[in-house]
């Protein structure tokens, strides 16, 4: 359930109520506002317990939540949630973009962040790069690195991913960011397609939009792996930010200049600058 107080309620009565709660072995998650303050009630909720916080001192309503998950919720939480750091800001005013580079060179010859082109190095146009091993180096030239994996090893990591299954519709891709949330106030949803039979992928523009009305957690978009081919990718970031998605994750080729890209869905980093520019124009007029 959520708890709404009074506007301006006074902060030992918003206490009580926490308290209460607390005693009665329910997980309680303060949000605060301006002028009011909504508590996120997690556990197993009786009409008893809704009728005796509704008596409660600066308790304005009492929600019973339907859907099978509350901190995620926009009900919770109507303004949309805004994911910041050295890596820039999921959910802002302009869309988030994200290298995954690919075959950058080490003096060995291995692949490996040692060595940077110049253009890597300045960091624009976009905003982070991006891995999914568990373990990824502290920047990338003047971009910080970001883990998608589900599980990072490092504990620095300031947000968690939570990737959509395939089968999985909007309601339970919440439910899983729901879990998260009880542990990590940065929470990112990643909306990776649905799949076809053959093992090809489909952006799920219905899942944004849903998603997008039923939860204030941003949303990015993985672009290769949908994509699957380089040739399509420019089709799918332009629709995912069109649809409403903060964010995507572009695949660079970031090793010898004209050597064949060693991942499938690999840009140019010509073709990313461009891709990039057209996104943060299509993020400005969707907004508008």
Not at 228 to 251: E, F, S
Request: charged share 20%; net charge negative.
């Amino acid at each position: 359930m959520i708890v709404v107080m009074e506007a301006e309620a006074p902060e030992s009565a918003i206490e009580a109520v926490i308290a209460h709660l607390a005693e009665a072995k329910f997980d309680v998650h303060r949000s605060s506002g301006q002028n009011q303050t909504l508590l996120g009630v997690v556990g197993r909720v009786t009409d008893e317990d809704v009728a005796i916080v509704r008596e409660l001192e600066a308790v304005a309503e009492v929600v019973r939540v339907s859907e099978p998950y509350r901190l995620a919720s926009r009900r919770f939480r109507q303004r949309s949630t805004v994911v910041s750091g050295d890596f820039g800001s999921i959910g802002g005013e302009r869309p988030w973009i994200a290298l995954e580079p690919i075959g950058i060179p080490q003096a060995n010859g291995e692949e490996g962040p040692a060595s940077l082109p110049y253009a890597i190095a300045a960091g624009r146009p976009f905003d982070a790069a991006v891995s999914r091993e568990r373990r990824v180096p502290e920047a990338l030239g003047a971009l910080s690195w970001v883990s998608l994996h589900p599980s990072p090893e490092s504990p620095k990591w300031p947000m968690q991913f939570v990737v959509r299954e395939p089968s999985w519709g909007a309601n339970k891709w919440i439910g899983a960011a729901e879990r998260q949330l009880a542990h990590n106030q940065s929470v990112v949803l990643v909306e990776a397609g649905g799949e076809y039979p053959n093992g090809a992928r489909t952006l799920e523009v219905a899942a944004i939009a849903r998603a997008k009305l039923r939860t204030h957690l941003p949303i990015v978009v993985d672009v290769p792996t949908i994509a699957q081919r380089a040739r399509y990718c420019a089709a799918v970031a332009c629709a995912a930010i069109g649809a409403g998605a903060d964010g995507v994750v572009l695949r660079v080729w970031a090793g010898p200049p004209g050597a064949p890209a060693t991942q499938p869905a690999t840009l140019s980093w010509q073709d990313a600058v461009d891709l990039a520019g057209k996104l943060l124009a299509i993020g400005e007029a969707v907004r508008r």
